[in-house]
């Protein structure tokens, strides 16, 4: 199993629309989780952390985490032809500081 | 503030030149770390350095070197370049501790082993 997996997609919504992405980890004892955003042929960007279960709005993004379920997830309300982007999960490797897992990344279209 | 800065931005190596990638950041962060991202593998960490004069091997250490010259650079070395090594090459940093280890990543060094 992998560390962290994500749904491969592509994934398309329409404009207007909630994207959904999720990710599930393996180790337990991870206690940060991240959402990156990467344009093509850019880098990866920030967007949203996570540290507690429950969620976490940042404007038009919210993220889950259920750690019991070993799962986190991003929601992007009202979506916009902008937010096209490939979305990578991290999640800390409890056991070593500061390493991260990295997801494969969802590639999400949204369409006008 | 620049955040993380990468240079090259681009590199044309032939098989078995030797080059070096170089990263700064000025966030006073104590983390840095160099990854590569190919099609279809995702992100995958090189080398990392937890605090300025150590350093640690990652997923994919083989074929480079690295050296954290002070606090804000962290520089990785290719010294014999092989084609498996043609990627994409990121540096981030992060404050690296327990409550706060967000990654913040460079522009990235597009690099081709021809």
């Known amino acids: 199993q992998k560390e962290v997996e994500q749904n491969s997609g592509p994934l398309s919504v329409p404009e207007g629309a909630i994207a959904s992405l999720n990710c599930t980890y393996s180790?337990?004892?991870?206690?940060?989780f991240f959402w990156y955003r990467q344009y093509s042929g850019k880098s990866p960007e920030l967007i949203m952390s996570?540290?507690?279960?429950g969620d976490k709005e940042d404007g038009r993004f919210t993220a889950q985490l259920n750690k019991a379920s070993q799962y986190v997830s991003l929601l992007i309300r009202d979506s916009q032809p902008s937010d096209s982007a490939t979305y990578l999960c991290?999640?800390?490797?409890?056991?070593?500081?500061?390493?991260?897992?990295f997801g494969r990344g969802t590639q999400l279209t949204v369409w006008p | 503030n620049a955040g993380v800065t990468q240079t090259p931005k681009f590199q044309v190596l032939k098989t078995g030149q030797s080059m070096t990638l170089q990263c700064a950041q000025d966030m006073n962060h104590n983390s840095m770390y160099w990854y590569r991202q190919d099609p279809g593998m995702g992100l995958r960490l090189i080398y990392y350095s937890a605090s300025e004069g150590t350093t640690d091997k990652g997923e994919v250490p083989n074929g480079y070197n690295v050296s954290r010259l002070n606090k804000r650079e962290f520089s990785l070395r290719l010294e014999s370049a092989a084609p498996s090594q043609t990627s994409v090459y990121f540096c981030?940093?992060?404050?690296?501790?327990?409550?706060?280890?967000?990654?913040?990543f460079g522009p990235g060094t597009r690099l081709t082993v021809l």
């Open positions: 981030a940093s992060s404050s690296g501790t327990v409550s706060n280890n967000e990654q913040f």
């Open positions: 996570i540290y507690s279960n």
């Open positions: 180790d337990r004892v991870s206690q940060s």
């Open positions: 991290a999640v800390d490797r409890g056991s070593t500081l500061g390493r991260l897992y």
